[in-house]
């Protein structure tokens, strides 16, 4: 028979590891038998045999054979007359077996079945791509930089499938070359154009929470839980995690010998600082250690509201809010309340008046007192505790610029 080459078809379907042979055997005879349709109107009585190995196939035709005359379903029966042309010791009620030449159907035909099939393998290779990440949202993945644009970045798996990695995506710290291997989680499959997109990240918690399960042995086995993480990418996380065993010290457990395991996820991390505390249902206690490495005097809590005042000493008042209003904002975001920081009064009256730094205005720009206000220092006396070295390391802000502010604030505290 002149047989169609499918070779190059059923070469798809092999590197395409994931397709299993029954799959792959199912989608040529659907194909085929789609073409007996569209030819013979039905495909009931045609067997599709593939031979995947050879990369062809036959079609065998069967019919039974009734006398001259008797034919009612010519797709199903064949005359008895007609058959002995093909073999001379068919009988009547016999089943006459035929193998149909492909090149019946058609050059055109032939071709739009070829078309077919490789558009079958293509879908079906997307998803099985689709199924395969889609199963692995939520875990830690290698990939190689393959390109890298403005707004993303191309990796490549070992397979060679494309993976996206988004800017939003990425640490602000990142920096990649073509040619590097980079961890990061599967944080969704989307569907673009029917082709399925495939998003890591480095900025979800659940990256770092994989790095933690990665690093620490009891957390992997389940003997510590990670109850909750907040990220601010880079700049700082807090980790509240839980042991099931009173013998292990969760926190312990989590650094490792003077910071043995959390170091390596702080390098993977982009020295991103990690606090790792030890969760609780008391309210009370877990604001206080989600502030860390503040320490609070006292708290004024509104349950119904979800509000905390913390009073702190002024010297812990800058650690509370931390850079950029980083800890504090982690520290509402783990233990779901909306905190407000204060300055303890008892030290305030021992220190006697102040002067809120807004009242100084007409003689500091309110871009300074904006970035003092930063750190935590909003009145005269707490920025006047903090020595210039510190005030110009916490700061964005000139000596020059410092020593002025400085000199205005002691003045003013002078004359009264």
């Known amino acids: 028979m002149s047989s169609i080459n499918l070779i190059d078809a059923f070469q798809d379907f092999k590197e395409a590891e994931n397709i299993d042979r029954p799959t792959m055997m199912k989608v040529v005879e659907d194909v085929f038998k789609t073409l ?61 077996y035929e193998e149909i030449d492909l090149l019946d159907f058609g050059r055109r035909a032939i071709l739009a079945a070829k078309q077919t099939l490789a558009s079958r393998i293509s879908d079906l290779k997307k998803n099985v ?32 499938n494309e993976l996206i990695l988004p800017k939003s995506e990425q640490i602000p710290q990142d920096y990649f070359k073509k040619g590097e291997s980079i961890r990061a989680v599967v944080k969704k499959v989307d569907m673009k154009n029917n082709n399925p997109v495939i998003i890591l990240s480095r900025t979800s918690p659940e990256f770092l929470a994989k790095l933690l399960e990665i690093e620490v042995p009891e957390i992997f086995d389940g003997l510590i839980v990670i109850k909750k993480i907040v990220r601010d990418p880079g700049e700082r996380a807090k980790v509240a995690v839980e042991s099931y065993d009173d013998r292990i010290d969760p926190v312990g457990a989590c650094v490792g010998m003077k910071g043995s395991r959390i170091h390596g996820i702080v390098r993977e991390l982009k020295n991103e600082n990690i606090d790792v505390i030890n969760w609780t249902n008391n309210i009370q206690l877990l604001i206080q250690r989600s502030l860390t490495p503040a320490k609070i005097t006292s708290m004024e809590l509104d349950q119904e509201n979800k509000h905390a005042n913390v009073y702190l000493k002024p010297d812990q008042v800058s650690l509370a809010i931390g850079r950029r209003g980083v800890n504090i904002k982690l520290a509402c975001e783990l233990t779901g309340y909306e905190l407000d920081v204060y300055r303890d009064s008892e030290d305030e009256e021992v220190e006697g008046f102040d002067i809120d730094l ?8 309110t871009w300074v007192i904006d970035e003092l206000k930063r750190i935590g220092c909003d009145t005269g006396r707490s920025v006047l505790k903090l020595t210039p070295e510190e005030l110009e390391r916490r700061t964005d802000l000139e000596k020059e610029t410092i020593e002025e502010v400085i000199r205005i604030l002691k003045e003013e505290f002078d004359k009264e």
């Open 36 to 96: 007996l349709r569209k030819k013979y109107t039905s495909d009931e009585n045609f067997d599709v045999i593939v031979n995947a190995e050879k990369g062809d196939l036959e079609i065998i035709r069967r019919r039974m054979i009734v006398e001259d005359g008797q034919v009612e379903d010519p797709l199903a029966q064949v005359a008895y007359s007609d058959a002995v042309k093909i073999e001379p010791d068919f009988e009547v009620g016999e089943e006459l």
């Open 129 to 160: 791509l689709a199924k395969k990440y889609g199963d692995r949202v939520g875990e830690i993945i290698s990939a190689e930089v393959y390109q890298v644009w403005k707004k993303e970045i191309l990796l490549l798996d070992e397979e060679g």
């Open 358 to 365: 807004d009242e100084f205005s007409d003689e500091i720009e």
